[in-house]
């Protein structure tokens, strides 16, 4: 399957193969290929220790992998680095720093800045602008100590839509949230899909996944399966990747949402 | 006063000392600033400490006392110390906490067993060196100003050039590497900075306590605002205010040493930062707390009378206070609350002692449930 994609579509916005990354010996990844056409909310779904996290930060090279190759759009990251955006779990950072909403969502721009030049006019104006597409202008002068959980996800998102990048990838942006914020976070990935931008999402809630994405990676140290969620999405893959614990329903619908355990 | 000040100041020896500790101050001040957010203050109790045989082995290379050497010296100690602790945290299970503990200790330890081998020798210079222990100010000269002073400056203008990279790698370090900074780069520069910034401060305070000048100003500052442009300038402020402050004290008091005397004037300045400032003081919290519980008790008091009112045809009604207490939460200063009430006439007391709404009471208190239930 994923052969054939390639070949159909050399354009595969990521493209992940035999990516294996051991800490001290013990395998979080093992010799995972993923391929991700340009344009899709992709879900990456697990269970605890799947190596969720682990599999967006080898990609970003933040962790280092012991084997494996990363293509964005063809190229090696490193070279790509400016199509690519990265929303970290909120809970990765101390929100009692000293700073504004607004100057954390400039900090997407420090990258693109270049040395020793300080955000400007342009920032500023690119900061709100990404602020007022997650709802949260009003909040712009706002110490982030103050913000609940769901406006720091906003911020955190805010920060990466000023990148403008190609490809987005997000750890665990529904951890937590309100309503509110879950409502605001799914328009916006809408938005980017029609934008034809791929984004990549930890996912945890199961039962909102065939509402909300269109590809799936069912991860567990190994790839269980990926593709369309239509295609992967299966009662039997999702034993394989959470093991015979839970009991699943092969139909995920709104319908059926009662019966649905979720982890 | 100001005599008193303008002959200290005309008094060569003082003027250094304070000049060397106010510019120890304002280094240490802005470079533990950084530490702090990045969780590194310990780090500093950790350099300071690694710095003593880094002296001890300048000195027994050259015989000398020139600060140039000794500081050279206390710096590459002082940095292996921090490498060693990094390193042992990335590949052992030993975590962070122990081992700067461990590195603290040992490298501590082994500069007082070169100290006390460097007094049993037969040196002529020798003495001194114990001074680094617990500092002596009075001991600097005006070139040791100079060397301190173009280190600072060099320092300082690191951190302004570098300043949003210092910024992100302090908040969020995975992001920064994200976007294609280089991280460890900036890790081991910023590191660096407050090796120096700790060095150059060794021999006014001392080695045992100069990680009070890297973290006591950052806490204090951290106290008074919410933005880090402003906290790392008043922690530069505060640790000036104290050297100098410090250094002018130990010298008006004969027998003072500048170290200690400077880190309680450091602490004073925390002490006063943690009771008194706005927003994040205790005084200041407590006073908002209090004032939100008034808020709420009030609030609450119209409320059960509103609820007492509407369940009589006729709102006049009155009811005795008991009633109101049965219905409060805790139970507690229903009495004060009326009182309150009474003078911004929104409740009033008939002759026989009961309360009710007056007209301005009702109408606020209907208006306040309404509010509540449209939320």
Known sequence: MSDKLKNQNPQNAVEVEDLTVAYQEKPVLWDVDLHVPQGVLQAIIGPNGAGKTTLIKSIL???????????????????????????????SVDWD????VLD???????????????????E????????????MSEFSRRQISQLSGGQQQRVFLARALTQDAQVYFMDEPFQGVDATTEKAIITLLKDLRAAGKTVLVVHHDLQ?????????LLLNVRRISCGPVQEVFTDQNLKLAYGGKVSFLTHHTHTEQDQITNI | MPDLFSQLW???????????????????????????????????????????????????????????VLVLGAALSGWLGTLLIISVTRTTRIKEDSALGLVLSVFFGFGLVLLTFIQRQPYASKAGLDKFLFGQAAALLQSDIWIMSILGIIILLIVALFWKEFKLLSFNPEYAASLGLPVRFLDILLTSLLVIAIVIGLQTVGVVLMSAMVVAPAAAARQW??????????????????????????????????????VICMSLLVLISLLFATNRGLIWRWLKERKNRQKLQVDAVLSDLY?????????????????????????????????????????????????????????????????????
């Open chain 1, 61 to 91: 090279g933040l962790v280092k992998p012991s084997a494996g190759r990363i293509l964005i759009y063809g190229q090696p990251y490193e070279e790509q680095r400016d199509l690519v955006a990265y929303v970290p779990q909120r809970g």
């Open chain 2, 225 to 262: 605002t919410d933005r880090l442009g402003k906290m790392i300038l008043l922690s530069s402020l505060f640790g000036a205010i104290a050297g100098i402050s410090g250094a002018f004290l130990s010298s008006t008091l004969e027998r003072l040493p500048t170290g200690p005397t400077i």
């Open chain 2, 10 to 68: 005309s008094d060569y020896t003082v003027r250094t000392v304070a000049l060397g500790s106010g510019i120890l101050g304002i280094v240490s001040g802005a470079l533990g600033g950084f530490a702090m957010l990045r969780k590194q203050s310990l780090l500093g109790d950790a350099i300071s400490h690694a710095a003593l045989p880094g002296i001890a082995i300048a000195f027994l290379l050259t015989l000398s006392k020139s600060p140039l």
């Open chain 1, 97 to 100: 720093f000293p700073t504004s």
């Open chain 1, 208 to 216: 909102t996944v065939s509402e909300y994405f269109d590809w799936v």
């Open chain 2, 307 to 375: 609820i007492l009112a509407q369940q009589h045809e006729n709102i006049e009604h009155s009811h005795p206070i008991e009633v109101l207490r049965t219905m409060s939460i805790g139970h507690g200063g229903v009495d004060r609350t009326l009182k309150e009430l009474q003078k911004e006439r929104m409740v009033d007391q008939k002759e026989d002692g009961t309360w009710r709404l007056t007209r301005q009471g009702f109408e606020k208190a209907k208006n306040m449930s309404e509010k509540g239930e449209n939320l």
């Open chain 1, 124 to 135: 500023h104006q690119l900061a709100l602008e990404a602020l007022e597409k997650v709802g």
């Open chain 1, 104 to 122: 954390v969502v400039m900090m997407g721009r420090y990258g693109s800045l270049g040395w020793f030049k300080r955000p400007g006019k342009k």
